[in-house]
């Protein structure tokens, strides 16, 4: 099943930088331009949007990091939208290794099973949009995709800050 999908840029220079600064090094401040991005690529969307799932991390990997990325991302986005974001829902329940480390086919098979939706029927008839920070193979919307559809949303979208050439 295709799903739409828009990212701000592609996954190099200054953007890139940005990103890690963020994620990786923990410059939490940054959610806010970030955030910037990320609502000018909702824009070009042009579709109407119910609510805001970001791409959930498993707790070993919120404990290690302190913060998950795509939560923060998804909530400046949902304060300039006014959207209400559920980061609660969607659960990796699957201890994955990270997609950077692995190729695409072992991207598309590590991800099988991670997610758990803990209420569906918050999503059932709803127009779900993801977010993440950056889309490199697609596996993990992909699978937190088929979760939601299989829960019965209308349609499901997902907006990232990069992609990956």
């Known amino acids: 099943m295709p799903f739409r999908h828009r990212s701000f840029g592609p996954y190099e220079g200054v953007l890139k930088e940005m990103i890690h600064k963020f994620k990786l090094e923990g410059q939490r401040s940054l959610k806010k331009p970030l955030g910037l991005l990320l609502y000018e690529t909702f824009k070009e969307l042009k579709e109407p949007v119910d609510l805001i799932i970001p791409i959930p991390l498993t707790r070993k990997r919120l404990l290690e990091r302190g913060f998950n990325q795509s939560l923060l991302l998804a909530k400046e986005l949902g304060k300039r939208t006014d959207l209400k974001v559920r980061g ?55 699978e937190a995709f088929y979760v939601l559809k299989q829960a019965g949303a209308k349609t499901v979208m997902a907006i990232t800050l990069a992609r990956s050439l």
């Not at 127009?127 to 193979?137: A, E, G, I, M, S």
């Open 88 to 142: 609660n829902i969607l659960i990796k329940v699957k201890e994955t290794p990270p997609q950077t480390s692995l190729g695409s086919k072992e991207r598309r098979s590590n991800l099988k099973g991670a997610f758990f939706l803990k209420a569906p029927s918050l999503v059932f008839g709803k127009r779900v949009l993801l977010v993440d920070d950056v889309f490199t193979t697609g596996s993990t919307l992909r």
